[in-house]
């Protein structure tokens, strides 16, 4: 595909329509269409039911009227303009079209206190429809073997009641086949009692790291060079292809993008997937990035909170240690997170990465002092903790599964990952056992459960009631 082509359509698209949340609206011109007629002739309908109930109109008393009502006042005179000077209302409009970094500009797409109460009943009632085995299965993310749908997907579905499931290039054969799998694992989900539609993912953040490289997708290269453009547009359009071409396989969620701070393009783990080493700047970008993907119809997952750009050890093989000092975390590492926190991010991932002064025993993902401490209560997110994979190294090799999985719940992990290696089954079983011990609340499984059914009401997955 033509990269120059698809941005030149949608830079055009976005000088003539006005960017709405619903995404499913401006992707069906023929609805929208349908609802304008519908609208103007409920508008006519009322117009004549008001006239008919409207009296007599008595011409002589509304002349009276006419002639006590003083004059009209003289006309404002219009300020004159200097020659090669903007209109005032031009300069205002150009000012508040430019988004600033750090700026508020996702405001409009916070839903209003009706609809945010709206999804919370609705989460409770399908709450209230789960076992507790659903429950549970609805904290986990999972993946599966192969690139058909077989009996041991259907059984995890079934069984195992996941929330959802991750995709990799060894499920992927061509974008017909992506299709077809994922179309599969939904009607699996829709069989449930009650039927719960997945989140289904995949790390597709452009450059280097792509679960799908088909050949009719389009290919970026890695985030840190679409930041040296310095335009925020140009992120918001990459971001838009990039969850249009995955939502077209059927995917509704994106793992991305990475909001680590990184000052090299090197192949580090996350060297050129960084933004940059501006935190402002990467939240910035970040805020973009959203809204790209938000017109795509895709949930974003902004990563790896607090974040991973100050170490080169890769977590996937083991446990990264970061020495540096709580204020300049906050003045760094986090302030990308804070930004896009502040402006409406729905789903986030944890790092498996020690922060030693503000927790020496725990990475960021089993740590109640970061997540629950300080990303809930003082930054203030109220969305979806994702956990990074819960497989890999920097894990798998300090902690073991049972004691995980408890701190995953006591830090409050809303979604964990199980990007290979476990099986559900085992994990289902533990934390089963973890909480007939009483080491796992059933609130500590319920919060989590919420979350996430909100965000699939949220996203049109699942219906408001």
């Not at 200097?82 to 797409?109: F, H, N, V, W, Y």
């Not at 009641?161 to 994922?182: E, S």
């Not at 401490?373 to 300090?398: E, N, P, Y």
Request: aromatic letters at 6%; hydrophobic letters at 35%; proline letters at 7%.
């Amino acid at each position: 595909m033509n990269i120059l082509i698809v941005f030149v359509l949608f830079l055009a698209s976005c000088g003539t329509a006005k960017h709405a949340t619903k995404t499913t609206e401006e992707s069906s011109p023929p609805r929208q269409a349908q609802l304008l007629k519908m609208e103007e002739r409920i508008a006519m309908s009322t117009k004549d039911l008001e006239d008919e109930k409207q009296p007599p109109v008595d011409r002589e008393a509304e002349k009276e009227k006419k002639e006590r009502l003083p004059a009209e006042p003289p006309p404002i005179e219009e300020p004159e303009e200097k020659p090669g000077e903007e209109p005032a209302e031009e300069q205002l409009r150009e000012t508040e079209a430019a988004p600033q970094p750090g700026e508020d500009i996702m405001e409009s797409q916070k839903p209003p206190a009706d609809r945010k109460l709206q999804t919370e009943a609705a989460a409770d009632h399908y709450l209230n429809m789960l076992t507790l085995e659903q429950k549970i299965g609805q904290r986990f993310i999972a993946h599966i073997e192969g690139r058909e749908f077989s009996e041991k997907t259907a059984c995890l579905i079934r069984e195992n009641y996941v929330a959802g499931i991750i995709l990799y290039p060894w499920n992927a054969d061509f974008p017909d086949q992506v299709k077809k799998l994922t179309s599969s694992i939904q009607d699996a989900a829709l069989e449930n009692a009650p039927p719960l539609p997945l989140l289904i993912c995949a790390d597709q953040e452009g450059g280097r790291v792509n679960a799908f490289k088909f050949d009719e997708m389009t290919r970026f290269p890695s985030p840190y060079y679409w930041a040296q453009y310095g335009d925020p547009l140009f992120v918001e359009s990459a971001a838009y292809v990039i969850c249009r071409e995955i939502s077209e396989l059927g995917l509704n969620m994106n793992l991305a993008p990475v909001l680590d701070v990184y000052s090299e393009p090197d192949k580090t783990i996350i060297g050129d997937r960084s933004m940059g080493a501006d935190p402002v700047a990467v939240g910035a970008f970040g805020l973009s990035y959203l809204k790209g993907a938000e017109r795509a119809g895709i949930i974003s997952v902004v990563k790896h909170f607090p974040g991973h750009g100050s170490t080169t050890t890769d977590s996937h093989r083991d446990l990264p240690v970061v020495e540096a000092s709580s204020e300049d975390l906050f003045e760094n590492d986090f302030k990308p997170f804070r930004i896009v926190i502040e402006n409406g991010a729905d789903a986030l991932m944890t790092s498996h990465v020690v922060y030693s002064d503000i927790d020496p025993d725990y990475p960021a993902t089993l740590s109640i002092r970061i997540l629950r401490d300080i990303l809930r209560g003082q930054l203030g997110f109220q969305g979806v903790i994702i956990s990074d994979g819960i497989s890999m190294g920097a894990l798998s090799k300090h902690f073991d599964l049972a004691e995980t999985l408890k701190r995953s719940f006591a830090a409050g992990v809303d979604l964990i990952l199980v990007h290979s290696k476990y099986d559900l089954e085992e994990l289902t079983r533990i934390v089963v056992d973890l909480h007939e011990k009483g080491e796992i609340s059933e609130e500590e499984i319920n919060e989590g459960v919420k979350r996430v059914l909100s965000l699939k009401i949220k996203y049109g997955l699942l219906s408001p009631l």
